[in-house]
């Protein structure tokens, strides 16, 4: 069965310190990848997307950026990080072209001070 | 007008109580439909898909109306353990992106 792995749960991080989110996606072979965030009481914003290796697809201009250096690992980034940084950051798969179900990541829950 | 829109709620129900919730969407071109279940401070979970004939799964049943362009959830015999907010995504027909609703929160009360 398919597992969706995301790391770490929660982080704490200053104003303009580096980002590192990472995903990784276990028992299944090209799936398209993604990254949200939802901030508190909000709706789920897409940020990035990947149909394949170092495919990245940017749905929302900002300080962020994405890659995805393996098939099932998708890396979330930031050299700077901004207060409105802050919220619940998921990592979700899907299969196929168009896209089916998605499923989601534990989620990262990060904190910009 | 948002592409997927659904009720905010909350929906405040009793234990036993039948509840039915819509997601409306703009894009008629929409070819797939799926409900996902959120938890507080938890990841959405795949709840159903929802397919042109309807779709039940226990207490849930799930309903298209292409002519109307909505989707519905309804939760028969509600527990407390439904209490979430529940999702609605919708993809255009090609696409490798869904759309989210915003959700529709609902409480189940003793």
């Known amino acids: 069965s398919q597992t969706i792995h995301q790391w770490p749960a929660t982080l704490v991080q200053p104003v303009g310190s580096p980002l590192s989110l990472e995903c990784t996606v276990e028992?299944?072979?090209?799936?398209?990848l993604y990254w949200y965030r939802q901030a508190a009481g909000r709706g789920l914003q897409l940020l990035f997307y990947s149909v394949g290796i170092g495919q990245i697809s940017s749905e929302v201009p900002q300080n962020l950026s994405a890659s995805r250096p393996q098939d099932r690992q998708f890396i979330l980034s930031s050299k700077k990080l901004l207060l409105s940084d802050s919220g619940f950051y998921l990592c979700a798969w899907s299969l196929g072209h168009p896209a089916a179900e998605q499923y989601f990541g534990p989620g990262t829950r990060l904190t910009v001070t | 007008r948002k592409e997927v829109e659904q009720d905010p709620g909350p929906f405040n129900v009793p234990e036993g109580a039948t509840v039915a919730f819509n997601c409306t969407y703009s894009?008629?071109?929409?070819?797939?439909f799926f409900w996902y279940r959120q938890d507080c401070r938890k990841e959405p979970k795949l709840l159903m898909s929802?397919?042109?004939s309807g779709n039940e799964d226990g207490r849930f049943t799930a309903q298209l109306n292409r002519a109307s362009q909505y989707i519905s959830l309804l939760i028969r015999d509600s527990k407390l353990s439904d209490s979430a907010t529940y999702l609605c995504?919708?993809?255009?027909?090609?696409?490798?992106?869904?759309?989210f609703g915003r959700g529709t929160s609902l409480i189940v009360h003793p």
């Open positions: 894009n008629s071109a929409s070819q797939s």
């Open positions: 028992g299944t072979s090209n799936p398209n």
């Open positions: 929802v397919y042109s």
């Open positions: 995504a919708v993809n255009i027909g090609g696409s490798y992106i869904p759309t």
